[in-house]
């Protein structure tokens, strides 16, 4: 594999012992050819990093005039937070948009380093490590490829540490785009908490998911535990427990999950009537829905891209409340929130043509190459067929209650993620709701 990045982690070396280390290691990659690599980071984690960094700096000076440095980017990062200096090492790496990434760390550290990249990168970047072994006399020596050396296994009290360090690290840091903004409907009663989040007030960085991103996915960049700083968020601007929420696991289908049942591998809404219990429906472009029964005190969320729409995902989340809950049809309450209009969305013919089935107001251009549809409409038309009271659906119309909780994703670059527009490397928002205590 070429490598892009080289990490050095020398954080257990002790502090009188980082002038040999140092020189070893630089000697090690020089041998290894590392030093073609374009960017090299040495990292150190110790307690008094003011004077460490001082040290590394001119003991790294002092090596230049002697050993051979790096041909590209070489930073020494010294904090006390291991999870900061990885942070901002990947901070770096993707505005280069690197991947490959090698670790050299010793065989104590490896296992640390390991649930570190686990919580802080994805499966987008590649990573291979090699092992750094310190001989009786000081003398470091590089295994390539790792030897079947016994592997270091993190006690509980050492991982413990490691995600106090990453949650305390990434609590700490300032909030992108300003504050959270949550949307919210008239149409739900005060029995119910919920709303529509939009992109601002959280910690990715990333163009594309900037900042409140609430999906990590291995495809894209934005690693699991910001994800879940932006939830924690999240969850103390709207007033529900973090710990308690559940994100449908998306299939672009029409599967629901009663929760208390065993949980599907994959599935496109959800229903509950337990109290404080959160659930919600992702949407960056596609319509988080939510479902809300005053009567039954129940609730429910669903994932309405095109594909689910075409499969019933709205009525399909419907029945279940009634057949698990005995709701009625005329009491359950549906809200739509933000996602792409019809004036930025289109579909090739033959997914056009099943839209036009549905209602023939639902596709506008039918004989051009790439029609626009109108997901909105579509949802409502088949919710009403379903029995759902037309003055008890909200979305973008005229006549809905609260029609500004719909607009365009597309359109509205400053406050919403949207697949269409930004590409592959899109953020996403939520529709969430619970019964409240």
């Known amino acids: 594999m070429v490598v892009e990045v080289v990490l050095v982690d020398f954080s257990d070396v002790p502090h009188g012992s980082i002038q040999k280390w140092l020189c070893r290691a630089v000697d090690v990659m020089s041998t290894c050819s590392l030093?073609?690599?374009?960017?090299?980071?040495?990292?150190?984690?110790?307690?008094?990093?003011?004077?460490?960094n001082n040290d590394v700096q001119s003991y790294l000076y002092q090596l230049?005039?002697?050993?051979?440095?790096?041909?590209?980017?070489?930073?020494?990062?010294?904090?006390?937070?291991?999870?900061?200096?990885?942070?901002?090492?990947?901070?770096?790496?993707?505005?280069?948009?690197?991947?490959?990434?090698?670790?050299i760390a010793s065989t104590d550290r490896r296992a640390t380093l390991e649930l570190y990249v686990e919580q802080l990168f994805t499966a987008t970047y590649k990573f291979t490590f090699e092992t750094l072994v310190m001989e009786s006399e000081g003398e470091i020596k590089l295994h390539l490829p790792v030897p079947a050396i016994k592997e270091h296994v993190l006690?509980?009290?050492?991982?413990?540490?490691?995600?106090?360090?990453?949650?305390?690290?990434?609590?700490?840091?300032?909030?992108?785009?300003?504050?959270?903004?949550?949307?919210?409907?008239?149409?739900?009663?005060?029995?119910f908490l919920?709303?529509?989040?939009?992109?601002?007030?959280?910690?990715?960085?990333?163009?594309?998911l900037t900042s409140l991103n609430l999906f990590s996915s291995w495809?894209?960049?934005?690693?699991?535990?910001?994800?879940?700083?932006?939830?924690r968020r999240l969850s103390t601007s709207a007033g529900f427990n973090a710990k308690i929420f559940y994100l449908a696991k998306v299939s672009h289908g029409s599967n629901i999950w009663t929760l208390g049942k065993p949980?599907?591998?994959?599935?496109?809404?959800?229903?509950?009537?337990?109290k404080g219990v959160t659930i919600a429906a992702p949407g960056a472009d596609c319509i988080p829905l939510l479902f809300a029964d005053p009567i039954q005190q129940v609730c429910g969320v669903a994932h309405a891209g095109w594909k689910g729409t075409l499969a019933g995902v709205a009525m399909a989340t419907v029945s279940v409340m009634m057949a698990e809950?005995?709701?009625?049809?005329?009491?359950?309450?549906?809200?739509?929130?933000?996602?792409?209009?019809?004036?930025?969305?289109?579909?090739?013919?033959?997914?056009?043509?099943?839209?036009?089935?549905?209602?023939?107001?639902c596709v506008k251009g039918t004989n051009s190459p790439r029609p626009n549809i109108d997901l909105r409409q579509a949802t409502r038309v088949l919710l009403e067929r379903g029995g759902i009271l037309a003055e008890n659906i909200s979305d973008d119309s005229t006549s809905s209650k609260c029609?500004?909780?719909?607009?365009?994703?597309?359109?509205?670059?400053?406050?919403?993620?949207?697949?269409s527009r930004d590409g592959s490397n899109f953020g996403t928002q939520i529709g969430f709701i619970s019964v409240r205590d």
């Open 403 to 419: 029609k500004d909780v719909t607009p365009c994703t597309a359109c509205h670059p400053d406050k919403f993620f949207s697949y």
């Open 64 to 103: 230049s005039e002697h050993v051979e440095m790096p041909k590209g980017n070489l930073e020494v990062l010294v904090q006390s937070s291991f999870a900061g200096i990885l942070y901002t090492a990947k901070k770096k790496i993707d505005e280069q948009s690197l991947s490959l990434i090698q670790v």
């Open 219 to 231: 495809k894209r960049r934005d690693p699991k535990a910001v994800v879940t700083e932006n939830v």
């Open 35 to 52: 030093v073609e690599c374009p960017y090299v980071f040495m990292m150190y984690s110790q307690r008094n990093t003011d004077s460490a």
């Open 194 to 208: 919920h709303g529509f989040t939009t992109r601002t007030g959280g910690i990715s960085y990333l163009p594309g």
């Open 263 to 274: 949980e599907p591998e994959n599935y496109d809404g959800m229903v509950t009537n337990w």
């Open 155 to 191: 006690l509980s009290q050492q991982a413990d540490y490691i995600w106090k360090d990453i949650r305390a690290f990434l609590a700490q840091l300032k909030g992108d785009m300003g504050e959270i903004v949550i949307l919210k409907s008239l149409l739900i009663p005060d029995v």
């Open 325 to 361: 809950f005995g709701c009625s049809a005329r009491d359950i309450l549906v809200v739509m929130g933000p996602c792409v209009g019809p004036c930025c969305f289109t579909l090739h013919q033959e997914a056009a043509r099943e839209f036009v089935k549905i209602n023939t107001n």
